[in-house]
């Protein structure tokens, strides 16, 4: 059973930081790729980014620059350093992995950019 936990929401002030993990496991096959969605209330889930298992990573334009994933290959953990935040931000943000040709998803992690 593969399960995916995310960890590190938080209340925020604007200019603030806060860092998410995302932590994966249960699975014998070697994940693809590893990203994060967030959703802001009454809004679509929108992407904000995601890195393959070689490496390659991509951002949305709106957190390009301030927001910067990392990850533990050996631990299969993706981390959002998220910087300068600010109220659009806000939101619960989603861990989704893509593993053995299928999709899984976290059960989200709140983050509030308020002052």
């Known amino acids: 059973q593969v399960q995916v936990v995310e960890s590190g929401g938080g209340l925020v002030q604007p200019g603030g930081s806060l860092r998410l993990s995302c932590a994966a496991s249960?699975?014998?096959?070697?994940?693809?790729?590893m990203g994060w969605y967030r959703q802001a209330p009454g809004k679509q889930r929108e992407w904000v980014g995601s890195?393959?298992?070689?490496?390659?990573?991509n951002y949305s334009n709106s957190v390009k620059g301030r927001f910067t994933l990392s990850n533990n290959n050996a631990e299969h953990t993706l981390y959002l350093q998220m910087n300068s935040l600010k109220p659009d931000d806000t939101g619960v943000y989603y861990c989704?992995?893509?593993?053995?040709?299928?999709?899984?998803w976290g059960q989200g992690t709140p983050v509030t950019v308020s002052s």
């Open positions: 989704r992995i893509l593993v053995g040709g299928r999709i899984y």
């Open positions: 890195r393959t298992s070689d490496g390659y990573t």
């Open positions: 249960g699975s014998s096959f070697s994940i693809y790729s």
